[in-house]
């Protein structure tokens, strides 16, 4: 027998039956299709804290567990075993490859690094200290301009050339962001080099100087990667897939995604957890620190800490914790804030405040401390992130396009304002 739930409308006595879908794993979800036409009635949820948007099969995640799986396979074995590039192919076709198919896959992925030559000018009409943020989300919503003709969304190998595209020439995107900014010449991708090397290579060579990224920092990146690489129906995933529904040009979905991204809520976070460690200064001054973010009259919150989903400490977080142990001795990482970060760590976990709300570090309490010691500016932090989540982005963009229930979004309102009135002209109004 089909599980269902019964709504009754305990005004008008009307009762529906709504179904009830499972999935694999997790809650199990009430299909309110017949709401309206039953009732006349939609659902209300502020944020979408209790509403499945899509069925995907990309990422699951257990945010009272701490599990986090993409494609069925946890996160820290990816961390471990895995690279960011055959992590996209995993999350992209729902299947490890071979050999010959990672090799393939690592090629066509260089055959897209390069972007019009034109696209460089585009960034010189930013002011020199223009939020990488901001140039990232223009140039590859200008990149559309490209791909417009020759894209078809309803073609599986045209959306898989597109996958390509995007996941080729996002570093270079990227890196031409860290550039500008810092006043170097744009660097063409070298394709000897894998694809986080190459990275590090358009980032921060110098023309005039041999560069050869260092094993250390190029593991420590491709770390980051793959953590941030998908996260389910976050803010800015269901951004793309909401610009998607349009049957928007998919460059211009990604830069949707970009722009979502940016928040301190969301990717943002990473640059203001160093701007907050920073503002602290000492791990003397932690416990003051926490007090401000638990006061409900002080705006500032503790970055960094607290996730919608994840009520027990984000496994991706136990990782990037680890590696910046393991780095501390390798490279060159900022160790008074990374005293200070483990001090507020200790004082918040044990603090009620932190206990009964169930805030524990999320992702991006510790990447910055890497990033930083990398040598990547914090204004730059959030633009990796919207690297490596474009490999999320275009996956769940390719799923949902394939969907059965692929139509446009179009959520509904409760609406609150004035009833119908007449228009009064200006000359009789008080
Ligand atoms: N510091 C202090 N109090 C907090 C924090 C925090 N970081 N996060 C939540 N709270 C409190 C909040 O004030 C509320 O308290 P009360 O019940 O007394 O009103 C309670 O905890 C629940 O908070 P919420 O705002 O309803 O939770 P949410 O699910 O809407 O927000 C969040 C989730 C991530 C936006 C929030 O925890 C936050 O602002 N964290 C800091 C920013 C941050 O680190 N963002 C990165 C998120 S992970 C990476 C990503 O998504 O990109």
């Not at 990033?371 to 799923?399: C, D, H, K, N």
């Amino acid at each position: 027998m089909t599980r269902t739930v019964t709504i009754t409308d305990n005004e008008t006595g009307k009762q529906i039956e709504c179904p009830v879908l499972e999935g694999t794993y997790g809650a199990a979800v009430i299909s309110t299709k017949a709401l309206y036409d039953e009732l006349g009635m939609f659902t209300f949820d502020p944020g979408y804290a209790t509403t499945a948007s899509c069925r995907s099969a990309i990422t699951y995640l257990d945010g009272e567990k701490g599990i986090l799986l993409h494609r069925g396979y946890p996160v820290e074995q990816l961390a471990e075993k895995s690279t960011f590039l055959e992590v996209v192919y995993l999350l992209i076709h729902g299947e490890l490859p071979n050999k010959k198919q990672m090799d393939e896959w690592s090629h066509s992925i260089k055959m897209h690094g390069m972007t019009h030559e034109h696209l460089s000018r585009f960034y010189t009409a930013y002011r020199y200290d223009a939020h990488p943020m901001s140039i990232m989300a223009g140039v590859t919503s200008a990149i559309a301009s490209y791909y417009y003709d020759n894209t078809d969304i309803k073609d599986p190998e045209n959306r898989l050339l597109t996958a390509r595209r995007v996941m080729g020439k996002i570093p270079n995107v990227a890196s031409k962001c860290y550039r500008y900014a810092s006043g170097l010449p744009f660097v063409y991708p070298d394709n000897s080099l894998n694809y986080v090397e190459n990275f590090m290579y358009m980032t921060f060579s110098w023309p005039s100087e041999d560069y050869e990224p260092s094993p250390v920092a190029v593991r420590a990146l491709d770390l980051l990667f793959i953590l941030h690489a998908d996260h389910e129906q976050n803010a800015s995933t269901s951004t793309v897939r909401l610009a998607g529904s349009s049957e928007a040009n998919p460059f211009a979905c990604v830069a949707a995604g970009i722009t979502t991204l940016w928040g301190k809520s969301h990717g943002g976070a990473n640059e203001a957890v160093i701007r907050m460690l920073e503002e602290i200064g000492h791990p003397g001054n932690v416990k003051k620190y926490i007090e401000r973010t638990k006061d409900k009259g002080d705006p500032s919150r503790l970055m960094g800490f607290g996730h919608r989903v994840y009520k027990n400490y984000d496994p991706r977080a136990k990782i990037i914790r680890e590696a910046c142990h393991d780095l501390l001795e390798q490279v060159d990482l900022n160790q008074p804030l990374f005293e200070i970060a483990m001090e507020l760590e200790r004082i918040a976990l044990e603090d009620d405040y932190f206990i009964e709300r169930k805030l524990y570090p999320n992702v991006d309490f510790y990447s910055g401390l890497i990033y930083q010691a990398l040598r990547i500016p914090a204004s730059m932090f959030t633009v990796m992130f919207a690297l490596a989540r474009s490999a999320g982005w275009v996956a769940q963009w390719m799923e949902f396009m394939e969907d059965e229930d692929f139509r446009i979004g179009r959520p509904r309102q409760l609406y609150i304002g004035p009833k119908s009135r007449d228009y009064v002209p200006i000359e009789e109004r008080e």
